[in-house]
Nanobody
Framework: QVQLVESGGGLVQAGGSLRLSCAAS????????MGWFRQAPGKEREFVAA????????YYADSVKGRFTISRENAKNTVYLQMNSLKPEDTAVYYC?????????????????WGQGIQVTVSS
């Protein structure tokens, strides 16, 4: 069982930056692929970014590529999402997720554990 807790969300102006953190419980964090997803009001949950177990490979949605960076510190059981050049359309609840998998996936159905979500609001 893995518990995930997100932090770092909030309100920011367009063009600004935020860094989300996701702290995981347990001693097997490094065995999980980690991902970030988001859900805006009235929309389905969508993939944002994923990182493999070692942190050597990362994957991004086209909408955030070049602006967002996912990283992880296995020694601290934490995954991060650095979000730069934020746009109003980035406004959503952001979720951290963990998958018992070798390969990172953009498919939310492949993730086994989810955080409670954290609000990110970008004003224009």
């Amino acid at each position: 069982q893995v518990q995930l807790v997100e932090s770092g969300g909030g309100l920011v102006q367009a063009g600004g930056s935020l860094r989300l953190s996701c702290a995981a419980s347990g001693r097997t964090f490094s065995s999980y692929v980690m991902g970030w997803f988001r859900q805006a009001p009235g929309k389905e949950r969508e993939f944002v970014a994923a990182i493999n177990r070692s942190g050597g490979s990362t994957y991004y949605a086209d909408s955030v590529k070049g602006r967002f960076t996912i990283s992880r510190e296995n020694a601290k059981n934490t995954v991060y999402l650095q979000m730069n050049s934020l746009k109003p359309e980035d406004t959503a609840v952001y979720y951290c997720a963990a998958a018992r998998s070798v390969i990172a996936s953009i498919d939310s159905g492949r993730y086994d554990y989810w955080g409670q979500g954290i609000q990110v609001t970008v004003s224009s």
